[in-house]
């Protein structure tokens, strides 16, 4: 009796050793702790971080400090992002030690790691998981991306996102059936979906936080410093001049609501129409697929000059995305009507 007392005594603790630790157990520094608050939270749609959705933790490491605040994708399913440009040395110290910590704390998940020149891209999620369609992420698709994207200036943009795990939105629904635009689309170029869709490049990325933003008239990506009624934007699109955030007036019409606007300055015509048609094709890519769209073509009432107008129009017509292209001159707006 008492062999077999001290026998089960020591099956118990070896048994206990080999028990899965808790995982806050295994974060004993502060950003680890913080990004498994921000995995907690996805479980409950962010409801911790409150009503506002204002409550979230920084995730900062390594001494570089990401900034962090809730957005959603064009599905309406809420993600938390984080984003720092830093140098190429901290931007990967940052990545490293994030991927680390994530791996640490969801062992049982699937990375799905690539690394396209200088660039770093992280697809993670249960082992089953699908990377998620452009318009939003829905059931069965992984939940969390990390990227690092190599900058012209030599600098890193570190990303970090965790979508909900119980937004309602996350049930996709088959769209609604498209329908014909009154005006007849002309030379509207044919688009080639991308075959790539494990990562989202720098573009990419920007156009969805604009475009993320619409839902509350830019409000998150406003800076402080305004002109009248026109603010500078926190986001800027690859290769633009200038990008701000304004009012908008619909034409012939009292309606008004706020756009997003980006201006590119070519050095000729040609140049000019080939970005207008790259940006048709990078957005229409990007956009939901019950949008429809539609190409037109005008002169300038005052000078006369020739202006190629493509239209992206949501159902209802609330939102719209408008592409144009003058001369050398290719803008972008987004806008959101009251």
Same mark, same amino acid.
């Given at each position: 009796?008492?062999?077999?007392?001290? *026998?089960? %005594?020591?099956? /118990?603790?070896?048994?206990?050793?080999?028990?899965?630790?808790?995982?806050? +157990? %295994?974060?004993?520094? @502060?950003?680890?702790?913080?990004?498994?608050?921000?995995?907690?939270?996805?479980?409950?749609?962010?409801?911790?971080?409150?009503?506002?959705?204002?409550?979230?933790?920084?995730?900062?490491?390594?001494? #570089?400090?990401?900034?962090?605040?809730?957005?959603? !994708?064009?599905?309406? #399913?809420?993600?938390?992002?984080?984003?720092?440009?830093?140098? @190429?040395?901290?931007?990967?110290?940052?990545?490293?030690?994030?991927?680390? *910590? &994530?791996?640490?704390?969801?062992? +049982?998940?699937?990375?799905?790691?690539? /690394?396209?020149?200088?660039?770093?891209?992280?697809? $993670?999620?249960?082992?089953?998981?699908?990377?998620?369609?452009?318009?939003?992420?829905?059931?069965?698709?992984?939940?969390?991306?990390?990227?690092?994207?190599?900058?012209?200036?030599?600098?890193?943009? &570190?990303?970090?996102?965790?979508?909900?795990?119980?937004?309602?939105?996350?049930?996709?629904?088959?769209?609604?059936?498209?329908?014909?635009?009154?005006?007849? +689309?002309?030379?509207?170029?044919?688009?080639?979906?991308?075959?790539? /869709?494990?990562?989202?490049?720098?573009?990419?990325?920007?156009? =969805?936080?604009?475009?993320? *933003?619409?839902?509350?008239?830019?409000?998150?990506?406003?800076?402080?410093?305004?002109?009248?009624?026109?603010?500078?934007?926190?986001? =800027?699109?690859?290769?633009?001049?200038?990008?701000?955030? =304004?009012? *908008?007036?619909?034409?012939?019409?009292?309606?008004?609501?706020?756009?997003? #606007?980006?201006?590119?300055?070519?050095?000729?015509?040609?140049? $000019?129409?080939?970005?207008?048609?790259?940006?048709?094709?990078?957005?229409? +890519?990007?956009?939901?697929?019950? !949008?429809?769209?539609?190409?037109?073509?005008?002169?300038?009432?005052?000078?006369?000059?020739?202006?190629?107008? !493509?239209?992206?129009?949501?159902?209802?017509? =609330?939102?719209?995305?408008?592409?144009? #292209? /003058?001369?050398?001159?290719?803008?972008?707006?987004?806008?959101?009507?009251?």
């Amino acid at each position: 009796m008492r062999l077999n007392k001290t *026998a089960v %005594q020591a099956i /118990s603790v070896l048994c206990f050793c080999f028990l899965p630790l808790p995982a806050l +157990a %295994q974060c004993t520094d @502060q950003p680890c702790q913080n990004l498994q608050n921000i995995l907690d939270a996805a479980v409950t749609d962010f409801r911790p971080y409150g009503a506002d959705k204002t409550g979230g933790p920084e995730l900062s490491t390594n001494g #570089v400090k990401l900034v962090c605040q809730m957005r959603a !994708w064009a599905n309406n #399913v809420s993600m938390y992002m984080c984003y720092a440009q830093v140098s @190429q040395q901290d931007g990967r110290n940052a990545y490293s030690s994030i991927l680390d *910590a &994530l791996k640490r704390l969801k062992p +049982a998940w699937r990375f799905q790691v690539s /690394s396209p020149d200088d660039d770093h891209f992280v697809r $993670a999620g249960p082992p089953d998981c699908e990377n998620p369609p452009n318009d939003g992420p829905y059931i069965g698709d992984c939940p969390l991306q990390l990227q690092t994207v190599k900058q012209k200036d030599g600098t890193v943009r &570190l990303h970090f996102w965790m979508n909900s795990l119980s937004s309602p939105y996350l049930v996709k629904h088959p769209p609604a059936p498209k329908t014909v635009p009154k005006t007849v +689309a002309t030379n509207v170029p044919k688009v080639v979906p991308r075959t790539s /869709s494990n990562d989202c490049d720098d573009f990419c990325l920007s156009f =969805k936080m604009a475009f993320a *933003a619409r839902v509350n008239s830019f409000d998150d990506i406003r800076t402080t410093q305004t002109n009248g009624e026109t603010s500078d934007a926190a986001v =800027k699109l690859e290769g633009a001049k200038d990008c701000v955030v =304004k009012k *908008a007036a619909r034409p012939a019409s009292n309606e008004v609501g706020t756009e997003f #606007v980006c201006h590119w300055l070519d050095t000729s015509g040609p140049a $000019a129409e080939t970005r207008f048609r790259d940006l048709i094709s990078r957005v229409q +890519a990007l956009l939901p697929s019950d !949008w429809t769209t539609r190409q037109e073509n005008e002169s300038d009432e005052d000078t006369g000059a020739k202006i190629t107008k !493509w239209f992206a129009i949501e159902p209802g017509g =609330k939102h719209d995305v408008r592409i144009y #292209v /003058s001369g050398d001159a290719v803008g972008l707006h987004i806008t959101t009507w009251n």
